[in-house]
């Protein structure tokens, strides 16, 4: 499993980066998944016979990359889901936007998950905050590089927060526009505490340099 990229290992929990455009977790589609990668990484570094546990305990949108933790017991999983859902974990994401947005703010919506799978802003959605700090703007393609703090885990949050307000992320075919490039969206730094040794834990990677990233390639580095 070279493709793998794993950034943490021991007992109870694994730290990667999921590639962009891989699922989070297997669905109808039977594509493969960042779970399944894992397990068979495991399976095949420590000679695991039967199956591997793997506890997911947070997702990532299938176009959107970035660092990810999975739990390997049952005890782990437990512990770490319960960080995620009382909003204990630290999660930044990098982001591309269109247009000039400026200094840095905190934005309150209520998002809705409508029939076709997009989520709308709407007074009878689920409240969606983040904190967003402008980064760098290019004036040439007219965007802005900007690091987001997610306060909430909402359906396609970052992306309907932003797009709302007509700042659509760069190759955000669903929410912005169709131009068959890679979502400007990476979620670059994780922190958490062990589920087991309570020690802190705090990962950071930046994004490859390839499509619009390319336009900030220096403060990428």
């Not at 000679?47 to 999975?70: A, E, Q, S, T, Y």
């Not at 049952?74 to 909003?87: D, G, I, V, Y």
């Not at 007074?123 to 997610?150: F, H, M, Q, R, W």
Request: net charge positive; glycine share 8%; hydrophobic share 35%.
């Amino acid at each position: 499993m070279n493709s793998l990229n794993v950034l943490y290992e021991d007992n109870h929990i694994i730290v990667v980066e999921k590639p962009y455009n891989i699922l989070s977790q297997g669905d109808s589609t039977g594509d493969l998944s960042l779970m399944d990668m894992v397990k068979a990484y495991i399976k095949e570094k420590y000679h695991k016979p039967g199956n591997v546990f793997l506890g997911l305990v947070h997702r990532l949108d299938r176009p959107v990359g970035g660092i990810m933790v999975f739990a390997r017991s049952s005890k782990a999983a437990s512990r770490l889901t319960k960080e995620f859902s009382s909003h204990q974990v630290v999660k930044k994401y990098l982001a591309i936007v269109h247009g000039k947005l400026e200094g840095k703010g905190e934005w309150v919506d209520k998002i809705l998950k409508d029939n076709s799978g997009n989520s709308v802003v709407s007074p009878s959605g689920k409240e969606a905050i983040l904190d967003y700090e402008v980064l760098a703007y290019d004036k040439k393609n007219d965007c802005t590089l900007v690091s987001i703090l997610l306060k909430t885990g909402r359906h396609h949050q970052i992306r309907v927060q932003f797009s709302s307000r007509g700042y659509y992320l760069l190759g955000d075919q669903r929410y912005g526009v169709l131009d068959h490039v890679q979502i400007c969206l990476f979620s670059y730094y994780l922190s958490f505490i062990h589920p087991v040794t309570k020690e802190e834990m705090k990962f950071q990677l930046y994004p490859k340099i390839s499509g619009y990233w390319k336009i900030f390639e220096t403060k990428l580095r």
